[in-house]
């Protein structure tokens, strides 16, 4: 089975830039996603195509991927994007999602 | 406004059988795949099955294999998910999510439903 791997915590100050990654074999050669899930609410769809953002997704959230990573970036970070993020891909028709990060804005 | 609701959970014995529904409107159903994604108690999501706008291509996760069927309905605009030989690692909050297609393998997961509760337990 196709794996995804992310750190568990990332921690970033008000304001400041946070990194996600999401590692898995030759990621660059399939799309990536993100969503955002914020306690009790269902997950949210702020990346996809790898770098696109949906339709009301703030212009700080920013996707790449390449080589064997997928890197989502969230500049000037605000108190609102704490949350669980997580990447996922496609294998075909088979899904697998990232096994999620938690964003800490301190 | 378009909307999922699930439907269909509960509380079922090991070995014991779920159908859950998922009732989509605002959209026009058949031009869209459909997945369901599950989160265990604490847990990460996961990816549980995929049908796609036909119904002529399904895929599972290795965990629900054999377990699980998943269907759809378009004369009622319903995805469903039969569910057999559950398990206590089953138990979870089950999510249907639409699946927008923009290529080969290039799918996401942009409207998601706000989930129904499966619980497997003696």
């Known amino acids: 089975s196709y794996d995804l791997t992310q750190p568990p915590s990332v921690s970033v100050s008000p304001g400041q830039t946070a990194s996600i990654t999401c590692s898995g074999d030759k990621l660059g050669d399939k799309f990536a996603s993100w969503y955002q899930q914020k306690p009790g609410q269902s997950p949210v769809l702020v990346i996809y195509q790898d770098n696109k953002r949906p339709s009301g997704i703030p212009e700080r959230f920013s996707g790449s991927n390449s080589g064997n990573a997928a890197t989502l970036t969230i500049s000037g970070t605000q108190a609102m994007d704490e949350a669980d993020y997580y990447c996922?891909?496609?294998?075909?028709?088979?899904?697998?999602f990232g096994t999620g990060t938690t964003v800490t804005v301190l | 406004e378009v909307q999922l609701v699930e439907s269909g959970g509960g509380v079922v014995r090991p070995g014991g059988s779920l159908r859950l529904s998922c009732a989509a409107s605002?959209?026009?159903?058949?031009?869209?795949?459909m997945s369901w994604v599950r989160q265990a108690p604490g847990k990460g999501l996961e990816w549980v099955s995929y049908?796609?706008?036909?119904?002529?291509?399904?895929s599972y996760a290795d965990s629900v294999k054999g377990r699980f069927t998943i269907s759809r309905d378009d004369a009622k605009n319903t995805l469903h998910l039969q569910m057999n030989s559950l398990r206590a690692e089953d138990t979870a909050l089950y999510y249907c999510?639409?699946?927008?297609?923009?290529?080969?393998?290039?799918?996401?997961?942009?409207?998601w439903g706000k989930g129904t509760t499966v619980t497997v337990s003696s």
């Open positions: 996922q891909a496609w294998d075909s028709i088979t899904g697998v």
């Open positions: 049908i796609n706008w036909s119904g002529g291509a399904t």
């Open positions: 605002g959209f026009i159903f058949d031009d869209y795949g």
């Open positions: 999510v639409r699946v927008g297609a923009l290529g080969p393998s290039d799918y996401y997961m942009d409207v």
